[in-house]
């Protein structure tokens, strides 16, 4: 039985529930079930806080998890990224007042007050860069403020709640994360781990491609599969008129209405775009 770790709470906790169901797995009616079966798939979903996913994959606890790219590697377990997932993307940045550090090399003798330590850490490292790393649960943005540390480190979206604590961003991100399947790094080959990860790969294309069909004219057949190559190659189709076929290809979502247009300018006629509710690739 494939034993699968998904987000008890937080942000990731809903997508990753709504993703797996949309792969065909069962989840939990109740928010309250921390040990879901499904055995029609031979899969066991152990409801668990975000935190904590790296963990027991990495001890071999859980064959596989969905957590967030930051966790895993603050969490420096056994654990490998197997694939991304396409939701809870976050930047991870340095701030401090003004004056303060311009980048990472100025932080060396500097406090860094951050929720992800390990994380943290290792980035330092990397830099050859010697600094206290400052371990602070929840927001750490009053850090500075209150004398514990000398720069922040946290995730970063509009920077609005660290300029209102006089605060600036500084350097190249420290890291560029969102929601990640991960093993543990010596896992034997599990043919129920390539399953889920070909049913999470077709999720993540249905979502991010539409299905695009339209008429066109034979001679102008090239230029219209040059706009929609498709991901091997476009479908042609003769018609009753025998001067013109049908054309269907999967083009990425957010470039449908352009592709429209384009079509539409060389002579394509009644385009339709449709979603894709599943597929495999």
């Not at 997932?85 to 500097?110: K, Q």
């Not at 480190?153 to 961003?169: C, P, S, W």
């Not at 049913?199 to 929609?228: E, F, S």
């Amino acid at each position: 039985m494939l034993r699968i770790a998904v987000p008890n709470k937080g942000s990731l906790a809903e997508p990753a529930e709504q993703m797996l169901r949309e792969a065909g797995y069962r989840i939990r009616r109740d928010p309250k079930e921390l040990v879901v079966s499904d055995p029609e798939h031979d899969v066991e979903l152990f409801y668990l806080r975000p935190r904590d996913i790296a963990v027991y994959v990495g001890s071999g606890t859980v064959d596989v998890g969905i957590t967030g790219r930051d966790l895993l590697l603050d969490a420096r377990s056994q654990a490998s990224e197997v694939m991304e997932l396409g939701f809870g993307r976050s930047t991870f940045r340095y701030a401090a007042r003004p004056g303060t550090a311009n980048s990472v090399a100025d932080l060396a003798g500097h406090r860094v007050a951050t929720s992800y330590a390990g994380l943290v850490a290792d980035h330092l490292a990397r830099h050859g860069v010697s600094a206290p790393v400052v371990r602070l649960d929840g927001a750490v943005e009053t850090a500075i403020t209150l004398g514990v540390a000398d720069v922040i480190a946290d995730v970063v979206e509009t920077g609005a709640t660290l300029r209102g604590q006089g605060l600036q961003v500084f350097g190249e991100p420290i890291l560029i994360s969102e929601a990640v399947l991960i093993k543990n790094e010596h896992s034997a080959g599990n043919g129920a781990i390539e399953v889920l990860r070909r049913r999470l790969h077709g999720v993540v294309t249905a979502r991010n491609y539409v299905m695009i069909d339209y008429d066109c004219p034979i001679q102008k057949v090239d230029q219209a599969c040059a706009i929609t190559p498709g991901l091997e190659s476009p479908t042609v189709s003769p018609l009753h008129d025998k001067g013109w076929v049908a054309v269907r290809a999967m083009v990425h979502r957010s470039v449908t209405n352009k592709v429209m247009d384009e079509l539409y300018d060389v002579g394509a006629r009644a385009i339709l775009v449709t979603d894709i509710m599943a597929c495999r690739l």
